[in-house]
């Protein structure tokens, strides 16, 4: 089992920049992938981008891209989320998940497809 604890998030202006950061702990920390989703309130929590370890392969919704960027600290097993150019709509309660087995991939990523997840960074943006 992975442990994960996610950090970054706060109240930024819309425009503004925050960057998420994920730790991993654990015997299978720094394996397959690790995803971000977020949960808006009343809605469902859905996917918003992955890095696979192995390769560095990515994915972004589409909302997220050229926006977002995904990267990695392997020596530190931990997962950053750059967010720029930030909208009221992406505020949301953020996680991070991993999963060992998991790869990225151009399809998009699912809650299932995680096993391991985070307890959860707020994101608000407002003026």
């Known amino acids: 089992q992975v442990q994960l604890a996610e950090s970054g998030g706060g109240l930024v202006q819309p425009g503004g920049s925050l960057r998420l950061s994920c730790g991993a702990s654990?015997?299978?920390?720094?394996?397959?992938?690790t995803g971000w989703f977020r949960q808006a309130p009343g809605k469902d929590r859905v996917g918003v981008s992955c890095i696979t370890s192995s390769d560095g392969t990515t994915y972004y919704v589409d909302s997220g891209k050229g926006r977002f960027t995904i990267s990695r600290d392997n020596a530190k097993n931990t997962v950053y989320l750059q967010m720029n150019s930030l909208k009221p709509e992406d505020t949301a309660v953020y996680y991070c998940a991993t999963d060992s087995d998991y790869y990225c991939s151009d399809n998009g990523i699912a809650e299932g497809d995680f096993h391991s997840w985070g307890q959860g960074t707020q994101v608000t943006v407002s003026a």
């Open positions: 654990g015997p299978t920390a720094g394996y397959g992938s």
